[in-house]
Nanobody, 124 residues
Framework: QVQLAESGGGLVQAGGSLRLSCAAS????????TGWFRQAPGKEREFVGG????????RYADSVKGRFTISRDNAKNTVFLQMNSLKPEDTDVYYC?????????????????WGQGTQVTVSS
């Protein structure tokens, strides 16, 4: 069993940066791949990026490539989403999710555990 908790969301101006954290409980988390997703009201949850449990395997949505970076600290059971050059269209609730294995999946169905989400608002 893995429990996830996101933090770090908030209000930022366009062009600014935020770093989200996903803290996990459970000794096996270090063997889980972690994904970040986001969702706006009335829209489907979409893949932002993910990182394999080793940490050298990352994958990003085209919309965030070059602006967002995912990293992990297995000793602290935490995965980070560094978001730079934020745009108003990045405004969403951001969720982290975990699945066993090394494959960075892009669909919500592939993830077994989810956090409660954290709001990111980018003002123009």
């Amino acid at each position: 069993q893995v429990q996830l908790a996101e933090s770090g969301g908030g209000l930022v101006q366009a062009g600014g940066s935020l770093r989200l954290s996903c803290a996990a409980s459970g000794r096996t988390f270090r063997t889980y791949t972690t994904g970040w997703f986001r969702q706006a009201p009335g829209k489907e949850r979409e893949f932002v990026g993910g990182i394999g449990w080793i940490g050298d395997n990352t994958r990003y949505a085209d919309s965030v490539k070059g602006r967002f970076t995912i990293s992990r600290d297995n000793a602290k059971n935490t995965v980070f989403l560094q978001m730079n050059s934020l745009k108003p269209e990045d405004t969403d609730v951001y969720y982290c999710a975990a699945r066993p294995g090394t494959n960075v999946a892009v669909t919500t169905y592939d993830y077994d555990y989810w956090g409660q989400g954290t709001q990111v608002t980018v003002s123009s």
